[in-house]
Nanobody, 124 residues
Framework: QVQLVESGGGLVQAGGSLRLSCAASGRTFKSYAMGWFRQAPGKEREFVAA????????YYADSVKGRFTISRDNAKNTMYLKMNSLKPEDTAVYYC?????????????????WGQGTQVTVSS
């Protein structure tokens, strides 16, 4: 497992932008495929975006495709989620996740390491 810490959440107006960061510990960071999940009040945790270790492959949930961008800086041991055109339905706790494997993954069960989450609230 790798230790993960999310940051960058906050309160924004609908249509605004926000960038989340996920700091990962360990020298094996580049070996981890990573992803973002979110959980809205009263909802189950859902997949948002994923990225492989080399950042050569990414995948997005249909609900965020075209608005969110996932990226990573392995030298900085950090993954990012740039969120544009935010909607009230994007309001959720966003979680960073990692797996000790190279391939991209999108299923919650594929990830063994999780951060504590960061709150994103989009007002209407």
């Amino acid at each position: 497992q790798v230790q993960l810490v999310e940051s960058g959440g906050g309160l924004v107006q609908a249509g605004g932008s926000l960038r989340l960061s996920c700091a990962a510990s360990g020298r094996t960071f580049k070996s981890y495929a990573m992803g973002w999940f979110r959980q809205a009040p009263g909802k189950e945790r859902e997949f948002v975006a994923a990225i492989n270790w080399s950042a050569g492959s990414t995948y997005y949930a249909d609900s965020v495709k075209g608005r969110f961008t996932i990226s990573r800086d392995n030298a900085k041991n950090t993954m990012y989620l740039k969120m544009n055109s935010l909607k009230p339905e994007d309001t959720a706790v966003y979680y960073c996740a990692a797996r000790n494997s190279f391939p991209l993954a999108t299923r919650e069960s594929d990830f063994g390491s999780w951060g504590q989450g960061t709150q994103v609230t989009v007002s209407s």
